[in-house]
């Protein structure tokens, strides 16, 4: 019996012992729990609040530009006619030239120049594409050529050139005589028609071209 009872003491005393050393160890890892998601949720805030500051520093940006590339416009030099017209639906006008497929579109005036089909390498392909600076850029208010110039933030590799339209071609920007800007930017040739004070508004004609001198019909095209 006092065997028994030994044994019973023992297996008691393990039992309790067991169970101590199993709360202990549970309050232990409570904290530990408590701490990790503490942690996660520290990080999830401070990575929330940098987001959120990534996103008023780029809305501040945006709002301080002004202006910025319509890529809506830009992007469909390279495109064939039915991916522009799929993008922009059916243009106002059709016309054909020696050189040129040109569609227009109206509100906001826009003018698409595309190879004839007769071109056997870039058939259909537009090359070039037309509209005003307040279109292409978003300029809303008149502003210096120079400043212009600055805040888009041009290819350094070219300077931009001054000089006038030379002709009142089916390509030229402007009227014959008037003032001009050319000038790569975002993998894109520009010309800017100037106002006679050298400034640019929302209503100066603009041109964008391709940048690959064999992707386009004429000789004198930038």
């Not at 309050?27 to 401070?46: D, L, M, T, V, Y």
């Not at 008023?56 to 522009?84: C, F, M």
Request: with cysteine; hydrophobic share 35%; proline share 4%.
């Amino acid at each position: 019996m006092k065997f028994n009872r030994k044994i019973a003491l023992y297996a008691t005393a393990f039992l309790l012992g067991a169970a101590v050393t199993a709360a202990c160890s549970n309050k232990k890892e409570q904290p530990a729990s408590q701490s990790s998601q503490s942690q996660a949720q520290s990080e999830s805030g401070s990575q929330a609040a940098q987001s959120s500051a990534n996103a008023v520093s780029s809305a501040a940006n945006q709002a301080e530009k002004a202006v910025s590339l319509n890529y809506d416009i830009v992007n469909h030099v390279g495109d064939d006619k039915e991916a522009i017209i799929n993008a922009l639906g059916k243009p106002a006008n059709e016309n054909k030239t020696d050189i040129s497929t040109i569609l227009e579109y109206s509100n906001p005036d826009r003018k698409f120049h595309l190879f004839p089909e007769t071109d056997m390498k870039a058939a259909n392909t537009c090359w070039a594409a037309f509209a005003t600076t307040g279109d292409l850029w978003g300029v809303k208010d008149k502003m210096k050529a120079e400043d212009f110039i600055k805040e888009i933030n041009t290819d350094s590799t070219q300077q931009p050139i001054y000089g006038e339209n030379l002709d009142e071609s089916e390509v030229g920007v402007g009227k014959k005589g008037q003032k001009t800007v050319e000038f790569a930017s975002d993998g894109y040739s520009f010309i800017i028609a100037l106002n006679d004070d050298s400034t640019i508004d929302a209503n100066s004609p603009a041109g964008v071209f391709t940048l690959d001198s064999e992707a386009t019909p004429i000789d004198n095209a930038p």
